[in-house]
């Protein structure tokens, strides 16, 4: 049956420099800075889109497969 | 995506850029853009400055995105490693208190005003067309040719690794994101070990 794929934007938190392009980008609001440490995806919001990714200078910014 | 006012804040960076070139006077006023991302950090706890108001990080921003002046290739992964990021942010420290040091010894008249601008720390350029003699001790215009350098070393350093790289590589290994960053993790301390166990 019609079971899309889930995507999800996940951040390695380790390298991430908390610049927030991410966040500037992300058209539903999903990824936000965490206190100036780091991004956080909010899982219920984001779509997996990936500009958050293409976006990040770092790079750190992997769009997974979700498996419920 | 409704653009906010503070979207709007590179020009007031580029206009510091140009005004430099016309009367390095002007260079003192880029003690805003060190001042304010310390103190947003310092008292909110945040990175508010590079989330939101730098206009250095927009201007790499448009150029390298809406411009295309960008490879939008991955940084390579040394660059994003914690030895280079606080490696150059002590580098730029250090750079920093010897510019400090050439202020002082201009204000103590151990040494004569020097009207260049330092590129990269290394190339010196003539800058006296920028400087029209001053009310102001001349150690005052040393500190601006001084912080004009860095100012502008770092627009070159993130210009050349905007093109090399992404747009906004710059804010990677930028010493302001990485000392801001640093105050967040600090004050955060506390609340960062509650939040991991979720
Ligand atoms: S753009 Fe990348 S480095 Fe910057 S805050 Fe987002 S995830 Fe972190
Ligand atoms: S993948 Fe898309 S929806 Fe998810 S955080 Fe990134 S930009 Fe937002
Ligand atoms: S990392 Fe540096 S250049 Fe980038 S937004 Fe922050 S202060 Fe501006």
């Known amino acids: 049956m019609g079971t899309r794929i889930k995507r999800r934007a996940v951040v390695d938190d380790t390298a991430c420099v908390a610049c927030g392009c991410c966040a500037k980008v992300c058209p539903l609001s999903a990824i936000q800075i965490w206190r100036g440490v780091r991004a956080v995806v909010n899982a219920d919001k984001c779509v997996g889109c990936g500009k958050c990714a293409k976006e990040c200078p770092a790079s750190v910014i992997e769009i997974q497969e979700v498996r419920p | ?198």
């Not at chain 2, 914690?82 to 250090?94: A, N, Q, S, V």
């Not at chain 2, 003539?126 to 040393?142: S, V």
Request: hydrophobic share 50%; net charge positive.
């Open chain 2, 1 to 198: 995506m409704k653009k906010r006012w503070y979207d709007y804040l590179w020009i007031v960076e580029l206009t510091y850029l140009v005004l430099g070139f016309f009367n390095i006077l002007f260079a003192w006023l880029g003690l805003l853009f060190f001042f304010i991302p310390l103190i947003i950090a310092a008292v909110r706890g945040t990175k508010g400055y590079c989330n939101r108001y730098c206009g250095r990080g927009q201007i790499f921003g448009l150029l390298g995105g809406r411009f295309g002046l960008s490879r939008k290739k991955d940084i390579p992964r040394w660059m994003k490693s914690k030895w280079f990021r606080y490696g150059f942010l002590i580098f730029f420290f250090i750079m920093f208190f010897q510019m400090l040091w050439n202020t002082y010894l201009v204000f103590a008249g151990a040494q004569d005003l020097r009207q260049v601008v330092t590129l990269l720390w290394t190339f010196k350029l003539p800058w006296n067309w920028a400087y029209h003699g001053t009310l102001f001790h001349p150690g005052a215009a040393q500190f601006a040719f001084g912080f004009y350098s860095v100012m502008l070393t770092s627009t070159v350093l993130g210009l050349v690794t905007m093109v090399l790289f992404k747009p906004r590589s710059w804010c990677v290994y930028c010493p302001m994101g990485t000392m801001t960053q640093l105050i967040c993790k600090a004050k955060n301390r506390k609340d960062h070990t509650v939040t991991e166990q979720n």
